[in-house]
């Protein structure tokens, strides 16, 4: 459970018993409910973490919505694009084992997160690991409903495959960029679960390299 469920539920307890004592005691249930459902909507499961070399995992639980390649940092890279509905766990991890490298912070509009615009107009975090010679990119984005993005880890620390690293406050979604050479292992439709469904798995920048190198070679004869 995220500490933040009891800190709502706390709040709409207190006010069940106010408005259970001032009014009539059946307007408390109104609260009571709510109690109970942020308690059930920040909850924390624990999850199984693949250790296969190269995973990739799902920042995110949620519905695989679009698989894309775009252009990022001048690079060509696969974005997997997953939103997360106010019933799915809302607690984000990390992708890959590797070390932070960038935290920025973008402002921005609050459009359904489902439209793809939302995922350079919206309000986001956006994350840079570099963990066994790739850069994997995941942004924390803002939806509809969403009003706070958290992310607790700093530049320089040291993450593992799975960790938790944060949360976004009900709809939104999760985006994750990695190298467009990456075996894909999902596909639109997908439902995903954070820290244990795997996404793609990365090749190597060494066996990237010597790939390239036997390409030009028989290029070459």
């Given at each position: 459970m995220v500490r933040d469920?009891?800190?709502?539920?706390?709040?709409?307890?207190?006010?069940?018993?106010?408005?259970?004592?001032?009014?009539r005691p059946?307007?408390?249930?109104?609260?009571?409910?709510?109690?109970?459902?942020?308690?059930?909507?920040?909850?924390?499961p624990e999850r199984a973490i693949p250790d296969a070399p190269g995973a990739v995992v799902?920042?995110?639980?949620?519905?695989?919505?679009?698989?894309?390649?775009v252009t990022e940092g001048g690079e060509k890279r696969a974005r997997i694009s997953i939103f997360l509905s106010v019933f799915d766990?809302?607690?984000?991890?990390?992708?890959i084992a590797g070390t932070v490298r960038d935290v920025r912070y973008q402002r921005g509009k609050f459009l359904n997160a489902m439209n793809?615009?939302?995922?350079?107009?919206?309000?986001q975090n956006i994350v840079r690991v570099?963990?066994?010679?790739?850069?994997?990119?995941?942004?924390?984005i803002a939806g509809l409903l969403a009003r706070r993005?958290?992310?607790?880890p700093k530049v320089g620390d040291r993450l593992e495959r799975g960790q938790r690293v944060g949360l976004i406050k009900f709809g939104s979604r999760v985006d994750v960029l990695f190298d467009s050479a990456a075996a894909m292992q999902v596909?639109?439709?997908d439902r995903v679960r954070g820290g244990a469904s795997v996404l793609a798995h990365l090749q190597p920048k060494g066996e990237l390299a010597s790939a390239g190198r036997q390409a030009a070679e028989g290029r070459l004869r």
């Open positions: 469920g009891y800190y709502y539920a706390l709040a709409l307890a207190a006010a069940a018993l106010l408005v259970g004592w001032f009014a059946v307007w408390a249930l109104i609260p009571v409910l709510l109690a109970l459902f942020f308690l059930w909507f920040f909850r924390d799902s920042p995110g639980d949620g519905k695989v919505t679009e698989i894309s390649t766990v809302h607690v984000n991890r990390s992708p793809q615009a939302s995922a350079e107009q919206n309000e570099e963990g066994e010679g790739q850069i994997v990119i995941f942004k924390q993005i958290v992310f607790y596909k639109v439709g």
